[in-house]
């Protein structure tokens, strides 16, 4: 097993900017679920894929935005960053969501 | 919707001794419930899961936990933490109801457990 890989580990940007996020799932996983965890918080549900659908989303704006591959990674696209979208982002993957998801060690957003 | 309460934010704890570490929740149907632990600058580990059956389950490192139906809640439990038990620790659940939509965890906002030597 890979395990689930995230990239960058770091990523400073400006406000207004867009950011990409990658992440590759582990081996044999089909669904892919990505989470933003603020500093000192619980991570929080931005969306999940399942076959390349997406098929669950959290309360965030549009602005957030991802992909899944056939392959099974991912992508999230955030667009105009605002200062509070600095946070840890983790992906999570998974072949039955109730034998619980495998992360990543997330990507560290910071917003200038 | 569901909702995850961790009332503890941190716990400081001297190393042999026992731990408890508090998780009550709040949901409309029925709800799976989930241990996660989060080491220093790296992602979440699954510690242990209730689905169904026994409400005693025991997860990796020695942690168990009872899952409290009457009570919501689901308490994880150690009768002698080590230095390497430091960490944060998130309770989590999901809805049993299963839909074209899928499911996603809903998680506390942590417990960090700090064991002093």
């Known amino acids: 097993e890979t395990g689930v890989t995230q990239s960058p580990t770091h990523l400073i940007k400006t406000r207004g900017q867009q950011v990409t996020l990658r992440c590759s799932s582990q081996?044999?996983?089909?669904?892919v679920s990505w989470y933003q965890q603020a500093l000192g918080q619980g991570p929080q549900f931005i969306f999940q894929?399942?076959?390349?659908?997406?098929?669950g989303r959290g309360n965030f704006p549009p602005r957030f935005s991802g992909l899944q591959f056939p392959n099974y990674s991912s992508e999230l696209n955030v667009n105009a960053l605002e200062l509070d979208d600095s946070a840890l982002y983790l992906c999570?993957?998974?072949?039955?969501?109730?034998?619980?998801?495998?992360f990543g060690s997330g990507t560290r957003l910071t917003v200038v | 919707a569901q909702s995850v309460t961790q009332l503890d934010s941190q716990v400081p704890v001297f190393e042999e001794a026992p731990v408890e570490l508090r998780c009550n929740y709040s949901?409309?149907?029925?709800?799976?419930l989930f241990w996660y632990v989060q080491y220093p600058n790296q992602g979440l580990q699954l510690l242990l899961k209730?689905?169904?059956?026994?409400?005693l389950v025991k997860g990796i490192n020695g942690f168990e936990a009872e899952f409290n139906k009457s009570q919501t809640s689901f308490h994880l439990r150690k009768p002698s933490v080590h230095i390497s038990d430091t960490a944060e620790y998130f309770c989590?659940?999901?809805?049993?109801?299963?839909?074209?939509?899928?499911?996603?965890?809903?998680f506390g906002p942590g417990t960090r457990l700090s064991v002093l030597p």
């Open positions: 999570a993957s998974s072949f039955a969501v109730l034998d619980g998801y495998t």
């Open positions: 081996s044999g996983h089909n669904t």
């Open positions: 894929y399942y076959r390349e659908e997406e098929n």
């Open positions: 949901s409309s149907v029925s709800v799976y």
């Open positions: 209730y689905l169904s059956g026994s409400t």
């Open positions: 989590a659940v999901i809805s049993s109801i299963t839909d074209n939509y899928g499911q996603n965890f809903v």
